[in-house]
């Protein structure tokens, strides 16, 4: 499956932060209403898909990150409510885990990228990709013209539009997010800030 299809032309992926039911539920109304409708939560949160995918349906694009092992993929497929598998490494047993549902393996420097791709996951992700500094963009996507490449780690907005200039398909930025934005009243804050990363 193209990765297009699977985060349904999202260009930023969200992960949602911790907090009870009924304010990820209000959070993620407003996410989606500013066109951020693809989200991730770890492994360890992974049980909160079958609530979101129940109220939001097929509106949203769900993933469970940070996924180590084949064991894990195994379990985060196995749910069928993960729309999307994101490990920071790369195997050909982490693909084969996860039983047909599409997989973002990972790596960081060229040798790591290029072996990710060989695989021929749905995508790479670049991770950490703040750790080599804001040109490594650049330097990285012109090695890999035209691979689906996302760039996971800790990112400023301006950081996102130059991965996304520098052709990454899209950009996940760790902790963007926090669970004070998911807990006020009227979730003004939390609107704000999805303006604030809308990079369409």
């Known amino acids: 499956m193209e990765w297009v299809e699977v985060l349904a032309g999202s260009r930023m992926i969200v992960e949602l932060p911790v907090g009870d039911s009924d304010d990820l539920v209000a959070a993620g109304e407003v996410l989606v209403q500013e066109g951020l409708a693809a989200w991730t939560v770890p492994f360890e ?3 909160e898909l079958v609530g979101l995918r129940e109220v939001f349906g097929r509106r949203v694009r769900l993933g469970v990150s940070n996924l180590r092992t084949a064991d894990q993929v195994r379990v985060a497929a196995g749910r069928g409510t993960a729309d999307l598998l994101l490990s920071p490494f790369a195997s050909a047993g982490l693909l084969a ?3 047909g549902t599409p997989v ?4 960081l420097t060229p040798a790591e990228v290029a072996a990710a791709l060989e695989l021929e996951p749905a995508a790479v992700q670049v991770i950490p990709c703040d750790a080599l ?3 490594y963009a650049q330097t990285l996507t012109a090695m890999f013209p035209g691979e689906p490449l996302i760039a996971t780690g800790k990112l400023e907005r ?4 130059m991965w996304l200039e520098a052709g990454a398909l899209a950009v996940c930025p ?19 800030r999805c303006q604030g990363y809308r990079l369409d």
């Open 158 to 161: 301006f950081q996102c539009e």
């Open 45 to 47: 949160r992974r049980a």
């Open 97 to 99: 885990a996860a039983e």
């Open 174 to 192: 760790v902790g963007a997010f926090g669970a004070d934005d998911i807990t006020e009243p009227d979730l003004s804050g939390l609107r704000h």
């Open 104 to 107: 973002v393996l990972g790596g």
């Open 133 to 135: 500094g804001s040109l």
